[in-house]
């Protein structure tokens, strides 16, 4: 049984993304991406420094990044990507954020996304399009995280 949040919202599991079957079942459930934003990205790494000014630095890949998507379509409106061990990453911020139609593949054993549907890992020297690459891609679904209110927090002076 799952827990309920105060917010109202109900914890989805993340659903792994193993091959390319996985990867069609999920570009299918958010049409491609199609009239969707990038709303919010949170990236983080295995590497930290600790009260004793020690490092402590992660033998495997330990960058991973957290994405929430939302779309002007329902069920869903909203989704997260959980993209680990990230091998890759690439932003170009731009006025114009729509996502017409994303790309999504298993390509030589990583899992590339790409907010151009016409991408190719090949591409990524002309450097304009918004994409990464990880080992490993898990997603769920987080409709009630719409509209303007940031989720992944906010940074507070004080």
């Not at 996304?113 to 769920?140: F, H, M, Q, V």
Request: aromatic letters at 16%; proline letters at 4%; glycine letters at 8%.
């Amino acid at each position: 049984m799952k827990r309920i949040l105060k917010s109202g919202w109900y914890p989805m599991d993340w659903i792994k993304v193993k091959d390319s079957k996985d990867i069609e079942n999920l570009l299918s459930k958010f049409g491609g991406f199609h009239d969707s934003c990038l709303k919010e990205l949170y990236m983080w790494t295995e590497s930290y420094v600790d009260k004793s000014l020690s490092m402590g630095i992660s033998p495997e890949l330990g960058t991973n990044v957290r994405i929430l998507f939302q779309r002007q379509y329902r069920d869903p409106s909203a989704i997260e990507l959980l993209f680990e061990g990230v091998t890759q990453f690439h932003i170009v911020p731009r006025p114009d954020s729509i996502i017409y139609g994303a790309k999504l593949i298993l390509h030589e054993g990583f899992f590339y996304w790409a907010d151009e549907y016409g991408w190719e890992p090949e591409d990524y020297i002309l450097g304009t399009d918004n994409w990464l690459s990880a080992e490993s891609l898990k997603w769920r679904e987080v409709s009630s995280w719409m509209g303007k209110q940031n989720r992944y927090g906010v940074i507070k002076e004080g």
